[in-house]
């Protein structure tokens, strides 16, 4: 059994918005971000950097959640939460709970979110906790907080979605490669509905201090809002963001079934490895450029009808020039018709949320016909041979596809194409 597979519903929480909208709203008025941390730890643990994108507003004050909810979880799986009910609510569902939705059966209802790092806050404070105060004042629900799957576990159970809970963990390709979990469980009949996504909170000094280390982080700490550069001859590295994206995916039929809206259709998913090295990506980008080419193939989409890329473009010296070389091995002379948006430079790297959060902005890009900003190109690098979106532009009429990409330590590559309705 085959579906076509559609979005019907978007959520996020991010470095530039509360929400969706005015997420997107920065993403096309080029609105970064990137933040000094204002935390005393910077300075007790001397670290190197101290930029970040921290989120744009904390669940907590707003609303969005509970102090039980924020007690009871991570803050990985609080904003997995947060994005999650903005999408279910957007798909039209009614309330919380997918028992009280007439439109949808908890049973043909699943969930498929990704994390790089999971509940690494609440992992170290154990640990602190444990040496400082001994094993009796551990938290008991500390287990639960800090596994990678109570993303996928806090959403499942609040939407009580019972086809399947499931949580990929492939560094920054996580939630991309949720996606295609999300869409072969409805392909193969298993759900009508399954919400995506991905979430991160890993802005704490360990890994920022691990990062860095690598030498993988920018040190721009003068200029938070010009730090993250991706393309820009004078990029020395990421920024780190925090947050989570969440995208309703459905089966067509049931999505028309019930009259909802469809932002855009799922059309085709690529995974590949490099089997290449830790960290870097394979230079020649030959497992980039297969999982494109997959993408394309699973949605039976011709390479001259993708306009647009949100580039996984992390701002690296290493990274970037790979990824070129991708889009050139996957679309020929046609790459220079392809408006290419690179929108971390913005909203700073979410590790495994960033795949879920730049497929979000992917589906508005084509909603809306427009393509959302890049900032701080000052001097593009001439290996990288793109036609970089500075300033929103707008997207062709007709039937279009657009395509977002992401990839991880480890050699995961991940790519999702999106089609028009």
């Not at 427009?370 to 500075?390: G, H, R, S, W």
């Amino acid at each position: 059994m085959s579906h076509k597979v559609v979005v019907t519903g978007l959520g996020a929480t991010t470095p530039i918005g509360a929400d969706v909208e005015s997420t997107w709203t920065s993403a096309i008025t080029g609105v970064s971000g990137i933040r000094t941390i204002e935390e005393p730890w910077v300075e007790e643990y001397e670290l190197p950097v101290r930029i970040a994108g921290t989120l744009a507003q904390d669940p907590l004050e707003s609303g969005r959640l509970t102090k039980v909810e924020v007690k009871r979880q991570d803050p990985s799986a609080q904003y997995a939460l947060v994005a999650a009910r903005e999408a279910w609510a957007d798909a039209g569902f009614d309330g919380d709970n997918a028992e009280e939705a007439a439109q949808t059966d908890p049973m043909r209802t699943g969930v498929a979110f990704g994390t790089g790092i999971g509940g690494v806050w609440t992992l170290l404070d154990a640990w602190d906790t444990l040496r400082e105060k001994g094993p009796r004042r551990v938290m008991p629900l500390t287990v639960p907080m800090l596994m990678p799957n109570s993303c996928a576990a806090a959403v499942s159970m609040t939407l009580k979605a019972r086809a399947a809970a499931q949580t990929v963990v492939s560094a920054c390709a996580s939630s991309t490669e949720a996606m295609q979990l999300g869409i072969e469980m409805i392909r193969s009949g298993k759900a009508d509905v399954v919400i995506v996504g991905g979430a991160e909170a890993a802005i704490h000094p360990m890994p920022l201090a691990a990062f860095a280390k690598m030498q993988a982080l920018s040190t721009r700490n003068d200029d938070p809002q010009g730090a993250s550069r991706p393309y820009d001859t004078e990029r020395d590295g990421f920024v780190m963001g925090e947050g989570a994206a969440a995208l309703v995916l459905e089966s067509e039929e049931h999505a028309k079934a019930r009259q909802a809206r469809i932002y855009a259709e799922l059309a085709g998913t690529g995974v590949s490895a490099d089997s290449y090295h830790i960290t870097a990506p394979d230079p020649e980008a030959m497992g980039a450029t297969r999982a494109l080419k997959e993408a394309l193939a699973d949605g039976g989409i011709r390479p001259e009808e993708v306009v647009h890329v949100n580039a996984h473009a992390t701002s690296t010296p290493v990274g970037d020039i790979p990824e070129s070389h991708a889009l050139h091995q996957t679309f020929g002379e046609h790459t220079k018709n392809i408006a290419v948006s690179a929108t971390k430079s913005m909203t700073g790297h979410l590790l495994g949320g960033a795949g879920a959060l730049e497929a979000l902005l992917t589906v508005k890009a084509i909603y809306e016909r427009k393509a959302p900003c890049t900032i701080n190109l000052e001097n593009q690098d001439p290996q990288i041979d793109l036609d970089v979106v500075t300033e929103a532009r707008d997207l062709p009429s007709g039937e279009i596809v657009a395509v977002s990409n992401s990839f991880g330590f480890g050699g995961h590559n991940a790519v999702v194409a999106f089609r028009s309705v």
